[in-house]
Antibody, heavy 123, light 108 residues
Framework: EVQLVESGGGLVQPGGSLRLSCAAS????????MHWVRQAPGKGLEYVSA????????YYANSVKGRFTISRDNSKNTLYLQMGSLRAEDMAVYYC????????????????WGQGTLVTVSS | DIQMTQSPSSVSASVGDRVTITCRAS??????LAWYQQKPGKAPKLLIY???SLQSGVPSRFSGSGSGTDFTLTISSLQPEDFATYYC??????????FGPGTKVDIK
């Protein structure tokens, strides 16, 4: 069974940093591109970032570019999102999601999602 | 960025009803469109990708159509477990992926 479990969310002050993790199991993690998508409380979905299956390519939404860094450790089956210079508008539930494509194929559709981890940005 | 709009923003329907949700892109996206279902407190679930391909395990009462700028999600016979919010998502302009604002389907 495919499972994605996020962790690392919490309360952080504006301007602060936080690292989110997403532990994957039930599939060959190193064969799939992975994504982060967020959802502000009571709001819709917003795309954040993506990383290729081998970690060699990374992509970001304009709203987080230069402040967030996506990475992965395929030996640990774990995806990361390092968030810096956090703002009030970054407050959201952050979901990791698996790309529908396999190996070098990117579909940019998300077939499995974690349960999400809440990031609260407040002083 | 490509803007996605959905209509209606909410719909009240009864079990057994046919429900249609429309998604429109601000520019052509070919068939690079997906539909997701989200229930309160839960992660989204992929229903349809590539505008009309049914994701594995999704009931056949869900169907998608369209290309270019106009797309439709249809639930042919609404079931109790289908009351949720539905989002469209364009994947044409990666990494500038965008979602629609959502359509809430609730009980009439």
């Amino acid at each position: 069974e495919v499972q994605l479990v996020e962790s690392g969310g919490g309360l952080v002050q504006p301007g602060g940093s936080l690292r989110l993790s997403c532990a994957a199991s039930g599939f060959t993690f190193s064969s799939y591109a992975m994504h982060w998508v967020r959802q502000a409380p009571g709001k819709g979905l917003e795309y954040v970032s993506a990383i290729s299956s081998n970690g060699g390519s990374t992509y970001y939404a304009n709203s987080v570019k230069g402040r967030f860094t996506i990475s992965r450790d395929n030996s640990k089956n774990t995806l990361y999102l390092q968030m810096g210079s956090l703002r009030a508008e970054d407050m959201a539930v952050y979901y990791c999601a698996r790309d529908l494509g396999y190996s070098s194929s990117w579909y940019n559709y998300f077939d499995y999602w974690g349960q999400g981890t809440l990031v609260t940005v407040s002083s | 960025d490509i803007q996605m709009t959905q209509s209606p923003s909410s719909v009240s329907a009864s079990v057994g009803d046919r429900v249609t949700i429309t998604c429109r892109a601000s520019q052509g996206i070919s068939s690079w469109l997906a539909w997701y279902q989200q229930k309160p407190g839960k992660a989204p679930k992929l229903l349809i990708y590539a505008a009309s391909s049914l994701q594995s395990g999704v009931p056949s009462r869900f169907s998608g159509s369209g290309s270019g700028t106009d797309f439709t999600l249809t639930i042919s016979s609404l079931q109790p477990e289908d009351f949720a919010t539905y989002y469209c998502q364009q994947a044409n302009s990666f990494p500038l992926i965008t979602f629609g604002p959502g359509t809430k389907v609730d009980i009439k």
